[in-house]
């Protein structure tokens, strides 16, 4: 047992203190622009291969069982009862818009559940081939728990349905005891919320029936565990299953932050000293933004790196030369025996994928759940639509292509990662060469939709088929476009950018020499702040000498 114990706490240390994985960012209904409900998801793994997953609508015969493997190392967990029916599921959205994300928050180790079935990544694909609400996959994935037990860690899901959004937190009772205990909270319509590797839930009302649900044993499990002793009314399921630690606070808390301090400037204020160690009052789980956010909204934030805050990570010789807004891993490191940290933005290098889910009720199920994908870093993709009826994977974005030690041209997620490896170490000098041609593909991308899906209407209105079959073709065609459109941007980036110097460019093209094999180009060296830096700390070893 006390082997099994320390196994279970090195795993959770090595995938939640390395790691912080994921980041989940929500919109309400009212909250955004056109009367989407949106939620955002990072899959942030080093050493993950990203692809986009299908699982088509099929029938099962009575007493069916499934094989559960566990979503991150595909180790056989067991099996469970298969549904008689189950929904088309592409990506993290199904056929009826129901999407789940989440993020993992470890909690108590104790708590893991090593004999347990249902792992998060597992509870998450199951309930969305049998859900049509999120309310409904909620009662899915808490029914299946207290079934067959819960294998992972603490974490906390974004389920959302074109209506409403929820938050579900979950962890464990330890191992060899089936079920978990967790609680569920409804974001109201006109907020934001996040939610980045720390449990987020502090108090709730047990008695509003409509917007909170919870396990009978929430409340009497903790005290039961010695984890709370006060009245029922002060209990707060972060406290007691996630308690706050420092990397809790700096390294995850400080993203929800970063998001709440763009679109509410108030929020932002009051709760700077927070996430800066100063306060112990915590953030609310949502807040009501100061405007409308838009999907664009939403996939910009998630290539934020704390830029313009005083988190900002480019501004300081940690960003190199180049003001890269990334860190090389692991999150802290030591000098003389002292501990030191870095920032850990919702924008990281090791994102496997990504996507930006849009939910609209006003909409067919087929033509308004649009799932906005990306593999690689948000800031280094593009985002593509994939709608939720699409039951073909596109061929660039398949599993059987390339994998996690396998490079393939012919891979989304490889292409991405071969362009941003390209453009991390000079950052600045290269990051606007990139940008264009991500703006470029996104506008195209977001202007055509009204058309794309006035046409989908019409051939809904004759055939549900017909406009499913336009929407897949159009989901694959997108993600060809700007899987090609990268590739020409890394054979762009390659040349231009040569053996340091940078050749010229005139009307989009590269300048071609008048005459000769060699192309005009400048040589921009390092930026100032650099050398004055460098001279600073290396004194005179390179300053130029007159010789005698």
């Not at 108030?266 to 100061?290: F, R």
């Amino acid at each position: 047992m006390i082997k099994k114990m320390m196994f279970v706490m090195a795993l959770l240390a090595a995938v939640v203190v390395e790691g912080w994985a994921c980041t989940n960012l929500i919109v309400g209904k009212k909250a955004s622009a056109d009367g989407s409900v949106i939620v955002s998801y990072s899959a942030d793994s080093y050493g993950m291969f990203g692809f986009l997953c299908h699982y088509p609508a099929a029938t099962y015969p009575s007493g069916a069982m499934r094989d559960i493997y566990e979503w991150d190392t595909g180790k056989y967990l067991g099996q469970i009862k298969e549904a008689r029916q189950t929904y088309n599921v592409i990506g993290n959205m199904n056929e009826y818009q129901v999407t789940i994300g989440e993020t993992t928050f470890g909690g108590r180790p104790e708590l893991v559940d090593t004999t347990g079935i249902m792992d998060y990544g597992s509870l998450i694909y199951v309930a969305l081939q049998r859900s049509r609400t999120a309310k409904e996959a909620i009662k899915v994935m808490t029914d299946l728990v207290k079934e067959y037990g819960y294998y992972s860690s603490g974490e906390s899901f974004s389920i959302a349905d074109p209506n409403e959004v929820w938050i579900l937190e979950m962890v464990g009772k330890g191992p060899g005891v089936r079920g978990a205990v967790w609680v569920a909270v409804r974001i109201p319509d006109d907020c934001i919320a996040a939610h980045a590797n720390q449990s987020r839930i502090h108090k709730f009302d047990m008695n509003d029936k409509d917007n909170c649900l919870y396990s009978p044993d929430v409340i009497s499990f903790a005290r039961e565990k010695g984890y709370f002793d006060g009245l029922n009314k002060d209990f707060s399921f972060a406290d007691a299953y996630c308690p706050l630690d420092f990397s809790g606070l700096r390294f995850c808390e400080a993203r929800v932050w970063s998001f709440f301090n763009m679109f509410s400037k108030v929020t932002g204020q009051a709760y700077l000293s927070y996430i800066q160690g100063e306060s112990k009052e915590p953030m609310p789980l949502y807040v009501k933004p100061d405007r409308k956010v838009s999907v664009r909204d939403i996939q910009h934030a998630m290539r934020d790196h704390y830029e313009g805050t005083p988190l900002d990570i480019t501004e300081d010789m940690g960003a190199g030369p180049f003001k890269t807004p990334y860190r090389l891993s692991p999150l802290t490191f030591k000098v003389d025996g002292q501990e030191y940290f870095n920032e850990r933005p919702i924008s990281t290098q090791q994102t496997g994928f990504t996507f930006v889910a849009q939910m609209r009720a006003n909409y067919p199920d087929a033509i308004g759940g649009v799932l906005w994908f990306g593999l690689d870093d948000a800031n280094m993709t593009v985002f593509t639509p994939v709608y939720c009826n699409t039951d073909k994977v596109p061929a660039s974005y398949a599993e059987g292509e390339g994998d996690c030690v396998t490079f393939s041209w012919n891979s989304g997620f490889w292409i991405y990662n071969w362009v941003a490896d390209m453009i991390r170490p000079r950052y600045s000098l290269m990051i606007d060469d990139m940008r264009a041609v991500q703006n470029s593909l996104e506008d195209m991308y977001a202007n055509a939709q009204e058309g794309v899906e006035s046409q989908a209407m019409k051939l809904y209105a004759q055939d549900p088929a017909k406009a499913k079959a336009f929407l897949t073709d159009y989901t694959g065609m997108s993600a060809q476009i700007a899987v090609d459109s990268w590739k020409r941007l890394g054979e762009f980036l390659i040349v231009r950018y040569n053996d340091g110097a940078v050749k010229r460019v005139k009307n989009g093209k590269l300048v071609r020499p008048e005459t000769g094999n060699s192309a005009p180009l400048d040589r921009p060296g390092y930026p100032k702040e650099f050398l004055d830096q460098l001279v600073k700390e290396t004194g005179d070893r390179y300053k130029s000498k007159v010789l005698e």
